[in-house]
């Protein structure tokens, strides 16, 4: 089943993230140990959430793109419906495809679908050019609140995988990181998506943030390190400062601990 909503014009920004989809479509196999945890990480989830309610079990996976993190037959076993959104509409149909799902009922695909309600926005600001303080205005009114995606409902689980560094990275390339309100953008994108997690997710549900912190490209080290040493490595490198914008494991902690509209939802 397919559903089109925030069909804006997102020029730019849609195009590379398709440019992107379709790149990582040959990483299947390489993303196979990922898919594997991830996957686990949201099966783990519904069952520790899991209640006495007869209705059928939902799971949403924001910014599924091409489903390489997701193992779809895996989470089928355990989610009556999946709801997979994502901006590019060819990035999802692929990856169903690939996974012998297309045409499946059970799934429910959004798209094209903007998360942000600011898309349009970033994708009419020119790469290195200064930002219209006027549009930068709009975007920080329109990520005060999350965007109306109540057709979807609530969910058991929601789960975001990789989407708040493409969420930053739009940031980065249309705000650009010298502008004196670029933070004030990215720190406004990163708790609307926040609470829009919190808002699909049902009362005693679960939302399942996975991002990357790091890259391989700046960190080495990365491409060797084995899983026991992998926590003082990355202790190590946010130590340095380096990271992706927006992304250090500890400043997200401590957001999820300080701000009243997300903390307020959060079981201690």
């Known amino acids: 089943m397919l559903k089109r909503v925030c069909e804006e014009n997102m ?17 299947w196999a390489l993303y196979e140990p990922h898919r594997r945890r991830v996957t ?6 519904r069952s520790q959430t899991q209640t ?17 993190d997701f193992d779809l037959s895996a989470l089928m076993t355990v989610f009556a419906e999946l709801i997979v959104i994502d901006v590019d509409v060819e990035s999802l149909q692929r990856g169903l495809v690939r996974q012998g799902f297309s045409g499946d009922r059970r799934i429910q695909v959004v798209a094209p679908a903007d998360v942000t309600g600011i898309f349009a926005d970033l994708s009419s600001m020119q790469p290195g050019q ?38 930053i990275d739009a940031v980065v390339k249309s705000v650009g990181e010298s ?23 049902q009362s005693n549900g679960a939302a399942v943030l996975v991002t990357e912190v790091v890259s391989s490209k700046s960190c080495p080290a990365l491409l060797s390190v084995n899983e026991v040493e992998l926590p003082s490595l990355l202790m190590k490198e946010i130590a340095a400062r380096n990271f992706f914008t927006g992304t250090n494991p500890a400043a997200l902690q401590q957001l999820l601990q300080t701000e009243l509209r997300v903390a307020s939802q959060l079981v201690r």
């Open 130 to 167: 200064p930002a219209n303080a006027e549009l930068i205005e709009r975007c920080l009114m329109t990520l005060r609140q999350p965007p109306d995606l109540s057709v979807i409902g609530t969910c058991d689980v929601v789960a975001s995988v990789g989407l708040m560094t493409q969420l």
């Open 179 to 201: 502008h004196p309100r670029f933070w004030e953008v990215v720190s406004a994108i990163r708790l609307q998506h926040l609470l829009l997690m919190l808002q699909l997710t």
């Open 52 to 68: 006495q309610s007869s209705a059928p079990s939902r799971a949403c996976l924001l910014g599924a793109g091409n489903l390489n």
């Open 11 to 27: 020029d730019r920004l849609s195009e590379e993230q398709s440019r992107r989809n379709k790149e990582a479509d040959a990483t």
């Open 40 to 45: 686990q990480l949201l099966l783990n989830a």
